[in-house]
């Protein structure tokens, strides 16, 4: 099976499964946190996948569905509570990487709160912490009346609050995107469960933990979020005493979004992958050993791309799609399709 496949797989919680995958190789990097998700539904957005699949060149990347999210168990009640956030994660770590060894997490949006109390929680296991689009206390959000009329919003109509979130979320999104964005709130969660899951970001708290985190930690956040403001970013750096700050530019909340490769490059970096810049045409090795098909292929890999979805714009059959990426992964001396695709992003063929 290609590294790149994603095969959901289930841990018991209490009394409910929590699905998960892990895509990619080499350590796990277990990321998470959105304010909704699906494993199986964001697998199929190609910017998502993109994402995921640049950091999976050099880390398995785990991700997993909260419960009553996604393709977890969904008659289960979510977190309430940061201590319930932390013992989910507790449960997918010891399922997908049992015993001492190292992690690295990637804590995204409201999900920077319970990664960084798992670093503070597991100084011995954490060897980097990335947090993107984070906050502290997520009372800081907005207002209390703002926060009320959200509540409200979606505790009387979902399927406005989903829109009106969705709004928040893509500001520079076509009205598709958004509408698209915002069904695929309402496929990942119920209004029930929305509605638990919001008042749990905004009861968020994790300003006396985060003196605690000792693991390097990288935080990144964009200039002009609208979800999540600069400033608390910020905030969440200043408390962090191993942590380094980074601005990026963009109002978009989610990191597969907008400039995402400034993000993977980033996190990259911080994880220790070797980034430089592409060798010189005719150069030995690297992209000089590839046709011109070949590297074409390669920058649709890169974007996500399907073997199917790259055949039909080439006219060609999956099969020999296929068989030109087995090639391409020859040349340039990878492992996995993820690998190809983490390789051409850091040499900037895409």
């Known amino acids: ?20 995958s892990a895509v990619g190789q080499g ?32 880390r398995t990347v785990i991700r997993y569905d909260r ?3 996604g393709a977890s168990d969904r008659r289960a009640l ?29 804590g995204g949006s409201s999900g920077s709160g319970v990664a960084a109390l798992f670093a503070a929680r597991h100084p011995e296991r954490v060897t980097r912490l990335v947090l993107y689009g984070g906050y502290a ?25 989903s829109r009106v979130l969705a709004d928040l979320f893509l500001p520079d999104a076509t009205a598709e995107e958004r509408a698209e964005f915002a069904e695929f709130q309402r496929l990942s969660a119920s209004r029930e469960v929305a509605l638990a ?30 979800a999540i403001p600069f400033a608390l970013g910020k905030d969440l750096a200043g408390r962090i005493r191993t942590a380094r700050f980074v601005a990026l530019e963009g109002d978009d909340h989610f990191p597969w979004r907008g400039d995402a490769d400034s993000v993977t490059r980033e996190t990259l970096s911080f994880l220790g ?24 292929v390669l920058r649709r890999v890169a974007r996500g791309e399907t073997d199917v979805e790259i055949a039909a714009h080439f006219l060609l059959s999956p099969h020999t799609v296929h068989r030109h990426i087995a090639n391409i992964r020859t040349k340039l001396g990878v492992p996995s399709r993820a ?8 040499h900037e063929l895409i």
Do not use: K
Request: hydrophobic fraction near 45%.
């Open 78 to 106: 979510p977190a309430r509570t940061l201590e319930e956030e932390l013992a989910t994660l507790e449960a997918i770590v010891d399922e997908a990487a049992p015993g001492p060894g190292a992690i690295a997490l990637f």
């Open 273 to 296: 992958a070797p980034l430089g810049p592409a060798p010189p045409h005719g150069a030995p090795g690297g992209s000089a050993r590839l046709t011109e098909r070949e590297r074409d």
């Open 1 to 20: 099976m290609d590294p790149e496949d994603q095969v959901v797989r289930y841990t018991q919680h209490g009394s409910s499964p929590i699905a998960w």
């Open 197 to 226: 899951s919001l008042r749990a970001v905004y009861d968020f708290d994790v300003t006396d933990q985060l003196g605690e985190v000792l693991a390097p930690t990288l935080v990144l956040h964009r200039r002009d979020d609208r």
């Open 339 to 346: 690998a190809a695709a983490a390789w051409a992003l850091r």
């Open 27 to 58: 350590p796990p990097l277990f990321v998470g946190g959105w304010w909704s998700s699906h494993l199986e539904l964001d697998w199929r957005n190609t910017g998502f996948r993109r994402f995921v699949s640049s950091l999976a060149g050099y």
């Open 137 to 161: 206390r997520g009372a800081d959000l907005a207002p209390p009346a703002a926060r009320a009329a959200m509540i409200a919003v979606i505790d009387q109509h979902w399927g406005l609050g």
């Open 67 to 69: 419960p009553g999210v």
